[in-house]
């Protein structure tokens, strides 16, 4: 049945974003799950929670792999199953998703999904090399081409095929800085302005600083039940009523076109007949802009504009608070910060916020339906959720 | 003539570039070729293929300049990659070398060359092969 339920949000957390100096991910994980429980009193984690799904990207950070068992500890939830899911930038997209086959399936009633990422303590070249590792080894790694470069390589392609500017892609990072500043949990809470971003330094041309997400460390989780006893945890619970996930080549390379993902479009394609909405009933959404064009594509790929047009729709503030869609409330990838594992979780996050009344100066009034899009790597995952005011 | 490499994988496609040799699969059963080689088609799941050299030259359909990069090339910073199109049709991503950052467009014809590889094993010194304009 088209817009019925999957699961239902009643609790989420929220580490702070940023530098977390002296801090391991595992200690991270657990001021978010704090922050869950103490929003949802009615729940007893300890009796009521009985699995968790996390995303982790990269044990190369801490030296320290097994992140399931790890989390489960540090949030007090032992002797769950525990389970890390791994999709690069998507990785808790994915635990939201697995999240949800575990409540769909009928074998469990609450679960949580969450997702950590402890980077700012590497240099940027060994986190470069290490979010290089979400693209192909062989093909791509091995010529030295980065992570920034193969967005890089999708703006290059986007400006040829369709004009976008690097000026458009500066109202991107305009827009979520001014979002970020208005989030006290952003890595980032200051404006910044046109000239700077068009000044910035170059990453991988036409990409520069300001086009580019933060390095960041931080934690996100939700507590989901069966939405048939959400009520019993919360007056105020959201439901998940689409999901989509999708795959594609892992090496970009290999794919037709370069100035959109196609796992993006299938996982949203799926989502929306899933939960019976159009683009156009989407109040908020929070997208994967680990790079500015990033958001640019995945306007076009969400129908939120035409293929081609997203630049446009970001140059006219048609995304801003106050547009037409408000985008990336919460500062986004760019200024909230970009803990790769905690990414996915952490949207669904500001969609609960957003849902609930709970966006302070960025609530977006009488928000109904929230969506959000996690894309892993250069696209070769991408997981699409689509949420409703309970 | 070289020795024909026998599997079709990955590492055979490096040992053909390290003579100098441009090598994909072809699916015997869909026809579809395949860069690098697959021990088993993507399109029709079959496991017969045959060797076949693929052209040198190609279009490039987009490119970057890399400012920053993983510790293994950053003394090469800033340097250019982008994906080119073979003749054929297929697809290859690699550097883009002897031509000015300015000169690049989408469009340009390229011709693929091969390195001259260090005997040690390390990466990024495996063999590899760059773009140059025709």
Known sequence: MKGKPLASIVSAGLSKFGKLEGLYAREIFAQAAKEAYERCPNLDPKKDIKALFIGHMGESYEHQGHTGATAADWAGLLHIPATRTEAACSSSGVALRTAIYAIASGLCDVVMAGGVEKMTHRSTPEVTEFLAMASDFPFEQWHGITFPGLFALMATAHMHKYGTTETQLAHIAVKNHYNGSLNPKAHMQKEITLEQALSSRAIAWPLKLYDCSLITDGASCLILTRPEIAKKYTDTPVHIIGSGQASDTIGMYEREDFTSLRAAKLAAKQAYEMAGVKPEDIDVAEVHDCFTIAEIIAYEDLGFCKSGEGGRLAENGETTLKGRIPVNTSGGLKAKGHPVGATGTAQAYEIYLQLTEQADKRQVNGAEIGLTHNVGGSGATATVHIYRRG | ?134
């Open chain 2, 1 to 134: 003539m070289a020795e024909q490499p026998q599997a079709f994988n990955i590492e055979q496609f490096y040992k053909s570039i390290k003579q100098k040799r441009l090598m994909g699969g072809k699916c015997l059963k869909c026809g579809k070729i395949h860069l690098p080689p697959r021990p088993l088609c993507d399109n029709c799941l079959s496991t017969e293929f045959e060797w076949i050299e693929l052209p040198k030259t190609g279009e490039l359909l987009t490119y970057t300049i890399i400012h920053v990069a993983p510790i293994q090339f950053q003394n090469m910073v800033p340097y250019a990659v982008g994906i080119i199109q073979l003749e054929n049709g297929v697809k290859v991503p690699g550097m883009i070398k002897d031509v000015p950052f300015n000169k690049i467009k989408i469009g340009m014809p390229l011709k693929i060359e091969f390195e001259e590889t260090s005997q040690t094993q390390k990466w990024p010194q495996w063999p590899r092969y760059y773009f140059k304009p025709v």
